[in-house]
C-alpha cells in the first residue's frame, strides 16, 4: 500500500498494490496491520455502501459529537471526492483537497475526524463504498453548502448537480458549526 499525502497532511490518498493477470486482478482494500505501519490506527465500526447516477453530488456532510472519519473508495465509475477542514485549532481550516477515484485508478482517500465529506459523480453511475470509524447518528450531522462562494470548490459538474433536499439546505462555511 502506497501512502500519497495531500496539501491537507492529514488527509492521504492510499493506491493499493494490484496483482493482474489476464484473469483479472486482485487487491487488498484494507489491512489492519499495514494500515497501523501507515499510521492510521482508527478502527472502523460501519461499511457504507451507495450509488449514485451521473452528477449527483452528496455533502458537504460531518458529525459533530459523533464524528466519522472514512476510507472512501469507488468499486464502479468514478467520482471527484472533496474533504474540508472543520477544524478551528487547525492550520488548514477552511481548506479543502479532492481526489478523483475511480474503479480504474483504485485509489482510496482517508477523511479523518473533523472534515466534511462530499463527492459528485463524474461516471455515469458510481458505487462508493467507505468505512467508517463512528456510527451515522443523524441528530449530529451537518451539512455545509456545497458551492458557498467563499470556499471557491471548483466541482467539475457537466450541468446542473442533483442535490437531496439536506443538502440543498447546507449552511454556508462561515456560519457552520466547527471542531475546536
Known amino acids: ?5 495531500t496539501k491537507i497532511p492529514d488527509v492521504v490518498v492510499l493506491e493499493p498494490k494490484v496483482f493482474g493477470d489476464d484473469r483479472g486482478f486482485f487487491l487488498e482494500s484494507y489491512n489492519q496491520k499495514t494500515f497501523a505501519e501507515l499510521g492510521l490506527t482508527r478502527p472502523f465500526v460501519q461499511d457504507n455502501h451507495s450509488r449514485s447516477a451521473r452528477n449527483v453530488l452528496r455533502g458537504l456532510h460531518y458529525q459533530l459529537g459523533q464524528p466519522q472519519g472514512k476510507l472512501v473508495r469507488v468499486i464502479a465509475g468514478a467520482i471527484w ?3 474540508l ?3 478551528r485549532s487547525s492550520a488548514t481550516f477552511g481548506k479543502w483537497v479532492c481526489e478523483e477515484l475511480s474503479a480504474e ?6 477523511v479523518p475526524e473533523g472534515f466534511a465529506h462530499g463527492f459528485v459523480v ?5 458505487d462508493v463504498l467507505y468505512k467508517a470509524t463512528d ?3 443523524p441528530q449530529c450531522e451537518h451539512s455545509v453548502l456545497w458551492d458557498d462562494p467563499s470556499l471557491a470548490i471548483p466541482w467539475p459538474l457537466s450541468g446542473e448537480p442533483l442535490l437531496s433536499a439536506k443538502d440543498r439546505a447546507g ?9 475546536e
Open 171 to 179: 449552511v454556508p462555511f462561515s456560519q457552520a458549526e466547527s471542531f
Open 85 to 87: 477542514d472543520m477544524r
Open 81 to 83: 471526492d472533496v474533504a
Open 135 to 137: 456510527f451515522y447518528a
Open 105 to 110: 485508478n483504485k485509489r482510496m482517500l482517508w
Open 1 to 5: 500500500m502506497k501512502l500519497i499525502r
Open 122 to 126: 463524474l461516471s455515469d453511475s458510481a
